[in-house]
């Protein structure tokens, strides 16, 4: 048997070099990394899981709440954890946000309080059925240190205004001394006058939302039972226009970075949103509530907008878009009535019919604790990635899902499906009608139905046509004239 073997002579023998001499170049930039995409995926994904596994919105409640359910919530716009709560028992409470403490509170009325507003000066208004609206110190000082003061006497009154109707709604001026009131007339009054100075109603309809602009402050809007939005400019003491929506609006918050944009939240379950110099259609519609909304707020930046709802919930969107980014709920939280962003963007309080003002994160997962350089940078690293790969079907799945209440799923589904119906329908009538006949008009035109402007109403009354509702162009009627007959100057 023969047996080959490989034999090679030592003089051409090259050892093997070793890996720390080889000539292999390596480029530590991190883009050019051939897992890199793969890599920041996966942290991308990890950031988003723990991101739910931390969202943990709701923070407490402010002391013992109320003994009543909360109707009204009100700012302190020159203080950045300050606020004023009213009650359905007459009772109005001053808070410490930041200290969950209650500084003041007041029997302010026998009927229920229907607004409360903090003044520039630091000092509490409240109004209520009772026909009354009170100014209040809330400086503990001035009423509980024995002297014989007058403030003293009524424990913190300062001065009480009387009006022949019951007052719905009220609101100040961000920096000078006077406030509006509505209920069956619009009011304006001075605090440093006992009577008010200006009756600006428009119409015989009951008013109960109304609301200055923060900006621009000689504006503010009202929204009354007939369905109407109305401008008003303090400069001129006279109503500017007015628009008429299908559905009656509940709450009323101008953008306070933009003068000209103002939200409504509304009894057909949405949000709209509008820039006053075209009123003929909304800019925004915000949707996802299954219930009435009763209150809306904008962020301090003007970039984001909370609605609370008759459902229950508390529903955060981006003002871009028209589903929310967020809700809030728990199981003992009853129908919402006020909700109300903090001055710092950070927090959201709301009042509910369960006598509670609760505190929420805007922010779900995030903590207010003092963060070092690290942790900082790996948050904003998060952020990032997280901002990528958004669009990730399954990162995309995992940011998007929340628990809800399943009457809330029953009821969306349900929503859904009417929704459906009434778009097929239309669209069914649409095509068997005359070319023409049945123009499309956009879902942001479709809730208004008419718009009139001042100037123009009395012209019309001037030539006796205010009953016809012809007008000019600039009146967009679609049917319902009547509507508007009968309008007072």
């Known amino acids: 048997m023969k047996i080959k073997t490989i034999s090679r002579s030592s003089d051409n023998y090259v050892p093997v070099r070793n890996t720390q001499e080889s000539n292999l170049t390596r480029n530590l930039n991190p883009e050019l990394h051939p897992f890199e995409r793969a890599r920041e995926y996966t942290k991308a994904l990890t950031a988003t899981k723990l991101e739910r596994m931390f969202a943990k919105p709701f923070i407490g409640q402010l002391g013992q709440g109320h003994r009543d359910s909360i109707t009204s919530i009100a700012k302190n716009f020159h203080a950045i954890n300050k606020i004023a709560t009213g009650s359905a028992d007459g009772v109005i409470k001053y808070w410490d946000v930041s200290l969950s403490l209650e500084l003041a509170s007041f029997k302010a009325h026998y009927n229920r309080v229907t607004a409360t507003a903090v003044t520039p000066k630091g000092q509490l208004l409240s109004c209520s059925d009772d026909k009354t609206v009170k100014l209040w110190s809330v400086n503990v000082d001035d009423y509980e240190g024995g002297n014989d003061t007058e403030v003293n006497k009524s424990k913190g009154l300062l001065k009480t205004f009387y009006g022949d109707h019951a007052f719905r709604a009220m609101d100040h001026h961000y920096k000078d001394s006077i406030f509006v009131t509505a209920g069956a007339e619009v009011l304006l009054w001075d605090t440093e006058k006992s009577k008010h100075i200006s009756n600006l109603s428009w119409g015989p309809e009951n008013v109960n939302v109304v609301k ?268 319902k004239e009547s509507e508007f007959s009968g309008f007072d100057d």
């Open 212 to 479: 200055f602009n923060k900006t621009e402050t000689s504006v503010f809007a009202s929204s009354g039972s007939d369905n109407a939005l109305i401008l008003y400019d303090i400069r001129t003491n006279s109503p500017i226009q007015k628009i008429i929506q299908t559905m009656r609006s509940n709450a009323i918050c101008w953008n306070p970075m933009e003068a000209y944009n103002f939200v409504v939240g509304n009894e057909d379950h949405n949000a709209y949103t509008y820039d006053m110099r075209y009123m003929n259609h909304a800019t925004n519609i915000l949707k996802d509530h299954v219930a009435a909304i009763m209150d809306v707020d904008y962020s301090p930046t003007g970039q984001e907008i909370v609605t609370g709802g008759y459902d229950k919930t508390i529903r955060i969107y981006n003002h871009k878009q028209g589903h929310s980014r967020d809700i809030y709920h728990t199981k003992r939280m009853q129908h919402l009535t006020q909700v109300k962003f903090s001055m710092d963007s950070k927090y959201i309080i709301s009042g509910s019919d369960d006598a509670n003002v609760r505190v929420w994160r805007t922010v779900s997962h995030e903590r207010a604790g003092v963060k070092s350089s690290k942790l900082k940078n790996k948050l904003e690293y998060d952020e990032a990635l997280k901002d990528r790969f958004k669009n990730m079907p399954e990162i995309k799945r995992i940011s998007r899902h929340r628990q809800v209440p399943i009457v809330i799923k029953k009821a969306q589904e349900i929503k859904r499906i009417e929704i459906q119906s009434l778009k097929r329908r239309e669209e069914n009538d649409r095509r068997h009608s005359k070319p023409g006949s049945k123009p499309y008009v956009s879902e942001r035109q479709k809730q208004i139905v008419g718009q009139v402007f001042k100037d123009e109403e009395r012209e019309n009354k001037g030539k006796g046509k205010g009953k016809k509702g012809k007008g000019s162009k600039k009146n967009e009627l679609q049917g």
